[in-house]
């Protein structure tokens, strides 16, 4: 067994070796752990809880990340990274996850389907499998190739206005009836715009044509290393949803970054996705103690 050493995570310090780490182990079922930008767009993220990073905790075989275990949003999801050939530490991160905070007995395990090191592990320590769902990507082999509907344009890029898209993402994602108007404050926008790896220039927006108002909005967090179109946030202005805006974006998406070098993208949970194409294959699974 190699010399293993473990450590405290260090926002600062470690974020861009953590972030090729993730880079180094990526698979598209997520059987090793998330996407790289998957950690970078929470910590960039006004919605996320930053107080807790010191918890997470780092795993080096010399100077080499091999192991992860860290939350994203909220602090009682626990989740691992653990670069193959390491299995042999499940165990000990499985062990660190009791180091979360448990609020109302909230904490629990975020297991892929292919970890099975670190499943094997979980049910040793007394964990038990108490939900799951799957998430979809997208196959580029396929075109994907739905129009947008008349009355709309995408914003050209490049020119792109911050504010505007803010403002659509706010409402597109239920802001607006929870709490009120948009405040034009982009400070968070400029935050998200600011990460090291965000690819801004290749996100879509799609324009009202008639109020010049952005009513789709699609990010991008290109990721070259893993011909991964790591597609994050989507949402559509309430009064302009279920016109076929959203499927509009991602295949605008699609035409932006296969020319890149991109195989392959990103989507979610929503039956939305399989209508238009993408197939199940990340298994996300729940445990508990």
């Known amino acids: 067994m190699p010399h293993i050493t473990s450590r405290p995570y260090r926002l600062v310090q470690d974020h861009m070796a953590v972030y090729q780490f993730m880079l180094e182990i990526y698979e598209r079922d997520w059987r090793n752990g998330v996407p790289a930008p998957f950690l970078e767009y929470a910590l960039h993220s006004s919605w996320m809880d930053k107080r807790f990073t010191y918890l997470n905790r780092l795993w080096f075989d010399g100077d080499k990340i091999v192991g992860l275990v860290f939350y994203e949003n909220p602090v009682t999801d626990v989740y691992f990274s653990l670069r193959p050939g390491y299995e042999s530490l499940a165990d000990e991160m499985i ?15 975020v297991l892929f389907g292919a970890q099975t090191a670190l499943k094997e592990a979980a049910a040793r320590a007394g964990y038990q499998q108490v939900n799951q769902y799957w998430d979809c990507l997208y196959d580029f082999s396929t075109p994907l190739d739905y129009p947008l509907p008349q009355g709309y344009r995408f914003v050209p890029i490049g020119q792109a206005d911050v504010a505007k898209a803010d403002e659509c993402c706010w409402k597109g994602f239920g802001h607006e009836a929870e709490e009120g108007p948009y405040d034009g404050d982009i400070t968070n926008a400029l935050m998200l715009l600011n990460a090291p790896h965000q690819t801004a220039d290749l996100a879509v927006c799609i324009e009202d044509e008639a109020t010049g108002e952005y009513v789709c909005y699609a990010g991008m967090w290109f990721t070259p290393e893993n011909a991964l179109a790591y597609m994050e946030p989507l949402c559509t202005v309430p009064a302009h949803q279920h016109k ?19 195989t392959h993208m990103t989507g979610g949970g929503n039956p939305f996705y399989q209508k238009i194409g993408y197939k199940p294959v990340i298994e996300w699974t729940f445990w508990k103690k």
């Open 95 to 109: 062990a660190h996850g009791a180091a979360f905070p448990n609020t109302d007995g909230s904490r629990q395990l």
């Open 244 to 262: 076929g805006l959203a499927s509009a974006a991602l295949s605008e998406m699609y035409r932006r970054t296969k020319p890149l070098g991109a």
